[in-house]
C-alpha cells in the first residue's frame, strides 16, 4: 500500500499549516507525528531525519522533506496546483511568496514582546491593506476569472484563501474593501476538498494560543 | 480611452510568423530618455493598460515559452492593446525575438537586439546578488538599473512595476517579475539548473533554502545595531560550522560526483558556492574541516562562466558598506 505523507511538526499551525492545507485541498490524506517534547525533537534529529536539524519535515514518496517552501513546491508539482508552464509557475511563485511574507508577519505576532504587539499588528493591518490585498485584488480585476493564475486552481489561491482566513483571525474588517477577494475565499471555501477541510474534526489546526507558545518555547529551546 | 495603432496587425502578423523554435518574443519600446517601464508619461499614468501593471500580472500574451506555438491563434484585441498602449509614447519600436542563444532578425525593423534581462535594484548585492550569480552562471548578459534616490523608488512604485511596492525587480521574458526567490526558480528552470526531474528538483529546492537562510543572516547583519551584527555573524559561522557545511559535505562525500544533484552543474552547486564565498569573507578558515567543499570550491570557480564573473570587472558586487547601508535605508526609509 502506498504510504500516506507523515507530517512532523508539533501540534500547532506554524510553519506546517500551509503544507495541511495543500495537502488537503489536493484531497491527500496525510498522518502527523506531533513533537510533545525537546526529546522528540532531539530523537528526530539524532536519528538524522532533518537535514538543517529543523521541522517540518514531511516524509513522502520515500523522502525526508525539509524547508517549507521546498515541501510545498514539491506537492503543487505533484498534484498538478503549479500552473501549466514555466510562466505560470514564475507567477505562481511571485504571488506566493508575497503571501508569505504576510502570513509571517502574523505567524510571528504571538512571540513578540507584549510591548510591542500594538506596533506591529498596525504594521501588518497597513500592510495587509496597502501593499498585499491590493495586489491581489488587482490580479483578479484584471483577468476577471475564477482563479488567480491560467484559469485553474493553483496553489496560488489555496494559499491565498488560507491568508485570508488567517487575516481574518487578526481583523476581519481588513477585507472589507476587496469584493473578489471576498468572493475568491467563498468560492474556494466551497471546492468539496477544501469545505471538508474548513469543517471541525478535520487536521486544521486552531489559532495560536499562549499554551502553544509555551509549547513550542519548550520543545524549540527559545 | 486607448489610443489604436497599426500594431493590431503588426503584433498578429509577427505572432504568426514566428518559428516553433522561437523561445518568446518581446516589444520593448524605445525612446531617448524615455524607458517604458520607467518614465510612463502623466497623461498616461491613469490607464492600467500600458503601465508595468498588467504586463507583470498576465504573461505577455504573445510570447509562448515553453509551449508550442499555436500559430492559427491569433492574439485577441486586449493582449494587442495591451502592448500597443506600452508603445504609444514612444518614438521607436524594436520588436525582439529571440531564439535561445540566438539572435534573429525581424524583417520589418531595423537593429534588432536580443532583449537582455534587466535588473533593478540598488548597487549592491543584497537580495538580487543571487540573481546575478545565476545569470552570469548561465552566461546571460544582463542589464542593471540601479536605484540611487527614493524618487527613483517611488516611480517605480507609482508604475505599477512593483506587485507589492518591492525590489528585486527583473524584466525577463516579457515578464515584471519580482520575490526572489520567484525570480530565481524562474531562472533556474529557464537554463535547465533545475535538476532532470520532480525529485531532483525538490533536492535542489531544500538545498538551496538551506544556503538562502544561512545567507539572509549575513545580508541582514550590516543593518542591525552594532551589538545584533556582532551576534548575527558569530551564529553565521556557528550555523554554516555546524548546521549546513556538514550537509553538503556528507551530500558529496555520499555520492562522489562533482555536483550537489544529479551529477550535473544545478542552481544548487551556484548557491553554494556563493554562500561559501560570503562566509569565507567573515572567516577565511571556515572550510579547513570541510575537504570536499574545499574541493568543490575549486571545482565550480573554474567553470569558464563562474571564473569570468569572479574576476575583477564583472557585475559581481562588492560586500556592503556604510555607503551602502545608508543607501538603502534613506531609500526604503527604515
Redesign the interface.
Known amino acids: 500500500m502506498a504510504g500516506k505523507p507523515k507530517l512532523h511538526y508539533f501540534n500547532a499551525r506554524g510553519r506546517m499549516e500551509p503544507i495541511r492545507w495543500l495537502l488537503a485541498a489536493a484531497g491527500v490524506e496525510f498522518e502527523e507525528q506531533f513533537l510533545e517534547s525537546a526529546e522528540d525533537l532531539e530523537k528526530l534529529k539524532n536519528d538524522g531525519y532533518l537535514?538543517?536539524?529543523q521541522v517540518p519535515m514531511v516524509e513522502i514518496?520515500g523522502?525526508k522533506?525539509?524547508?517549507s517552501?521546498?515541501?510545498l513546491?514539491?506537492i503543487a508539482?505533484?498534484y498538478d496546483l503549479y500552473g501549466?508552464?514555466?510562466?505560470?509557475?514564475?507567477?505562481i511563485?511571485?504571488?506566493t511568496?508575497?503571501m508569505a511574507?504576510l502570513y509571517e508577519m502574523i505567524l510571528l505576532l504571538p512571540l513578540c514582546r507584549p510591548e510591542e504587539k500594538d506596533t506591529k499588528i498596525a504594521l501588518i493591518q497597513e500592510k495587509t491593506k496597502n501593499?498585499?490585498f491590493p495586489?491581489f485584488e488587482?490580479?483578479l480585476k484584471?483577468?476577471e476569472q475564477d482563479y488567480l493564475v491560467g484559469n485553474k486552481l493553483s496553489r496560488a489561491d489555496i494559499q491565498l484563501v488560507e491568508l485570508l482566513y488567517f487575516v481574518e483571525e487578526l481583523d476581519p474588517s481588513l477585507i472589507s474593501s476587496f469584493p473578489l477577494l471576498q468572493a475568491l475565499k467563498t468560492r474556494i471555501s466551497n471546492l468539496p476538498t477544501l469545505k471538508k477541510f474548513l469543517q471541525p474534526g478535520s487536521p486544521r489546526k486552531p489559532p495560536t494560543n499562549a499554551k502553544s507558545v509555551e509549547e513550542a518555547r519548550k520543545i524549540f529551546k527559545f | 480611452m486607448l489610443p489604436r495603432l497599426i500594431s493590431n496587425s503588426w503584433a498578429q502578423g509577427v505572432f504568426l510568423a514566428h518559428p516553433p523554435n522561437v523561445l518568446l518574443l518581446q516589444a520593448k519600446a524605445t525612446a531617448p530618455g524615455l524607458d517604458m517601464t520607467f518614465g510612463t508619461p502623466a497623461a498616461f499614468q491613469a490607464e492600467d493598460h500600458g503601465d508595468c501593471s498588467l504586463r507583470q500580472l498576465k504573461p505577455h500574451s504573445l510570447s509562448q515559452a515553453m509551449a508550442p506555438p499555436d500559430a492559427s491563434k491569433a492574439p485577441t484585441e486586449l493582449q494587442c492593446r495591451m502592448l500597443c498602449a506600452s508603445w504609444y509614447f514612444s518614438c521607436s519600436l524594436e520588436a525582439h525575438i529571440v531564439v535561445f542563444g540566438e539572435r534573429v532578425k525581424e524583417n520589418s525593423e531595423p537593429g534588432i537586439m536580443a532583449a537582455k534581462p534587466k535588473l533593478y535594484y540598488f548597487h549592491g548585492r543584497g537580495r538580487m546578488e543571487s540573481i546575478r550569480w545565476l545569470l552570469a552562471a548561465a552566461g546571460v548578459e544582463f542589464e542593471e538599473e540601479f536605484l540611487e534616490t527614493r524618487e527613483q523608488y517611488e516611480k517605480l512604485q507609482k508604475d505599477g512595476c512593483l506587485l507589492f511596492g518591492q525590489v528585486p525587480l527583473v524584466e525577463v521574458d516579457g515578464m515584471m517579475l519580482t520575490q526572489t526567490r520567484a525570480i530565481l526558480s524562474y531562472l533556474a528552470a529557464k537554463f535547465n539548473f533545475y535538476g532532470k526531474d520532480l525529485k531532483e528538483r525538490v533536492r535542489i529546492d531544500m538545498y538551496v533554502d538551506g544556503t538562502l537562510d544561512l545567507m539572509a543572516m549575513i545580508m541582514l547583519a550590516p543593518f542591525q545595531r552594532p551589538e545584533e551584527k556582532q551576534e548575527t555573524l558569530a551564529s553565521v559561522i556557528q550555523k554554516a560550522k555546524a548546521r549546513y557545511f556538514p550537509v553538503f559535505e556528507k551530500i558529496l562525500k555520499d555520492h562522489g560526483e562533482d555536483f550537489l544533484v544529479g551529477n550535473k552543474f544545478s542552481w544548487a552547486d551556484i548557491q553554494m558556492l556563493e554562500a561559501i564565498l560570503m562566509v569565507e569573507e567573515l572567516n577565511a578558515s571556515v572550510l579547513s574541516d570541510f575537504p570536499l567543499l574545499k574541493a568543490f570550491k575549486t571545482r565550480i570557480s573554474n567553470i569558464p562562466t563562474i571564473k569570468k564573473f569572479l574576476q575583477p570587472g564583472s557585475q559581481r558586487k562588492p560586500p556592503p558598506d556604510a555607503h551602502y547601508v545608508d543607501l538603502v535605508s534613506n531609500i526604503l526609509q527604515f
Open positions: 537535514m538543517f536539524q514518496d523522502m522533506l525539509v524547508q517552501r521546498a515541501i513546491n514539491y508539482s505533484k501549466k508552464d514555466l510562466k505560470e509557475r514564475a507567477l511563485d511571485m504571488y511568496e508575497g511574507d501593499r498585499y495586489a488587482k490580479v484584471s483577468h
